[in-house]
């Protein structure tokens, strides 16, 4: 399926829709090319989720982890960027394998696809696209 994202209103809206339609798992990896919406999409997924504290991209972190009241028995909104990510050792010393082994984080992976062969089977993704400077397109 594919959704035109026309602003940052329609990317909130997508952000709530996804999290109460499309979610399946907690393990969700997001694609597509530098400015095409990847953490756009993770802030106002944040922010649906009552994430009290500003979310930031963790492109020179690797990670952050937020907290956020319990929905569907999820509490922490662990956010990655694998852009500067080179071999799966990298990863594991993050401890990624147990984060996204554990129900209760809700794991959202910028640049997924560096990383695509080492994620869980069951890992959701989106691809987000640039089309103009103010519209993207997901797909998902």
Do not use: C
């Not at 492109?59 to 569907?72: N, V």
């Not at 010393?93 to 984080?105: I, R, V």
Request: aromatic content about 10%; overall charge negative.
């Amino acid at each position: 399926m594919q959704k035109k994202l026309t602003g940052l209103s329609d990317t909130e809206r997508f952000a709530r829709d996804f999290l109460n339609n499309v979610l399946t798992n907690n393990v969700v990896g997001l694609t597509g090319d530098l400015g095409a919406g990847k953490t756009t999409f993770v802030q106002m997924l944040a922010k649906e989720l009552a994430v009290s504290v500003p979310v930031v991209s963790p492109t020179f972190l690797l990670l952050k982890m937020y907290s956020f009241p319990e929905f569907k028995d999820m509490r922490n909104l662990v956010h990655l960027d694998m852009y500067r990510i080179n071999d799966w050792s990298e990863i594991e010393s993050l401890g990624l394998p147990e984060m996204w082994n554990d129900d209760k984080n809700l794991i959202l992976i910028e640049w997924a696809d560096r990383i695509k062969d080492d994620l869980p089977e069951k890992t959701q993704f989106l691809h987000f696209a640039h089309v103009d400077e103010d519209t993207r397109t997901v797909e998902y």
